[in-house]
């Protein structure tokens, strides 16, 4: 144990931030694991606001109000010197309707600039700050700055461009939410670096690569969360994918060990927020996952540590007056550790009174996960009749994944592009590897070098 080590919870911080007392309580958590609001209303499953929120935060920049369509073919028209009479200007207007504005009004991404001109609302924000905490590095402002200041040799496209309005500079902080699955972001930068190479990929996928990756995250995290002191942090949890054009199975294993395994791992989320945020009111700098706190605990005076977590643990039940405590008898699960079997506790009873109270607070609990389930479902989902909804990806999510997985290579082994997209969170069973099999296939991207399947190469699509 070391001498100078201690671990203190500041009891008077939480009863004022969770406004404590005998019979009430308001869970006023902060947000630093997840940017979720417990709100019905407020529901993100589209990210085509988060992608140009997050594009303007990477190129430091900010929109100061929504793209006009009117005053921007002002401003390409007020370029021109002279028009050859009233047709020629008509002409114009024509041309810039038809190749950069869409039916909806909005920017066409012709350019990678042109990203930055999608608007976006408050809740898209939020997101695609959280996304550039957990995931940005520093390092990739070189990149960025390349690519997005980029001139086009195309003139009229170049004409366009300098017809939009001006951004505002800004500086972004990444502190707000800390990345706990580092092995992750490592292979955001690493395909990230990737995709911008192509314009037109980067583009194109720009919106579904941070999906995908805003998934890959949650998920993990999720899985982590429930699996407590014992999560390894370096390397996935396997959780499966169907693809939208097979056929599913109760019996298979991507439906097993797909959709219903995340439900049930997200289903706590908000319990996992509530005790961690409680449990990190402590005199120490970091924010700390159960992990990290287990093993901190393995330092310090372990009964002082009891009693501290204790305290948390009284005030918490003591402020729920809802339920009958005495009458209840949570698991008693030994890591070898008084003070964490106290944390473990401590969740059981957070999570207990969520699923067990006939107040506000049950619905808190369901809204919380259900941020990210009906993402899930609208994004990554396929109802299959009496299967209900599974995790799914259609041909187009294979293509990318697979450019991104062969990366810069001009081939890569079968059995290693699948290696690659489990290291991506995507595990398939045979049958739907067989599909994919015959997709490439039917692209003409495999190579067959004997009649093993480890002789069995997929080409770069690019």
Sequence with gaps: M?????????????????????????????KWLLPYVVTKEIQMTEFSGVMGAFSRIICN????????????????????????????????????????IDKNNNLVNFDLKT???????????KFAEFLYSIFYDYKLNTTINEHYNKNSNN????LVLQSLPKLVDK????????CYLPYIKDLFIKDFKYLIQNEELYKNNLKRFLEYYYLFYVSQLSMKLNKFEKADFDKNETLYFTLSWESISKNRTG?????EKLIKNVSSLFSHTITLDLINYHNLENKLTYKEIFDLLQTVDEGKAENEINNVYDM????????????????????????????????????????NTNTNRKDMYKFY??????????????????????????????????????????????????????????????????????????????????????????????
């Design 61 to 100: 920049k900010e929109l100061n109000s929504e793209f006009d369509v009117e005053e921007f073919i002002r401003n390409v028209e007020e370029s021109i010197e002279k028009f050859e009479g009233k047709t020629s200007k008509e002409a114009l207007r024509n041309i810039i309707k038809t190749m950069f």
């Design 369 to 462: 996960a259900n941020k990210f389930l009906n993402f899930i479902n609208k994004s990554f989902g396929k109802r299959r009749g009496s299967l209900g909804w599974c995790l799914t990806l259609n041909e187009e999510d294979i293509i990318f994944l697979t450019k991104l997985s062969i990366n810069n290579n001009e081939r890569l082994k079968l059995s290693s592009l699948f290696a690659e997209f489990e290291k991506r969170g995507i595990s398939f069973d045979r049958d739907s590897q067989a599909k994919i099999i015959q997709l490439y296939e039917k692209l003409n991207l495999l190579e067959k070098k004997s009649d093993s399947g480890d002789a069995q190469y997929v080409r770069s699509i690019l």
């Design 155 to 158: 003139i009229l496209n170049k």
């Design 115 to 125: 990203i930055n001109y999608i608007s976006a609302s408050k809740e898209d924000i």
């Design 171 to 178: 500086e972004y902080k990444m502190n707000q939410y800390k």
């Design 2 to 30: 070391s001498e100078n080590m201690h671990f203190e919870i500041q009891i008077d911080q939480i009863k004022k931030k969770y406004r404590m007392n005998n019979g009430g309580i308001q869970h006023n958590y902060e």
């Design 316 to 355: 918490y039940i003591e402020a729920i007056s809802d339920i009958r405590w005495i009458d209840v008898k949570l698991p008693n699960k030994d890591t070898q550790n008084k003070a964490f079997n106290k944390i473990l506790k401590l969740f059981s009873a957070i999570d207990y009174q969520f699923n």
């Design 255 to 259: 439906y097993k060990f797909g959709l």
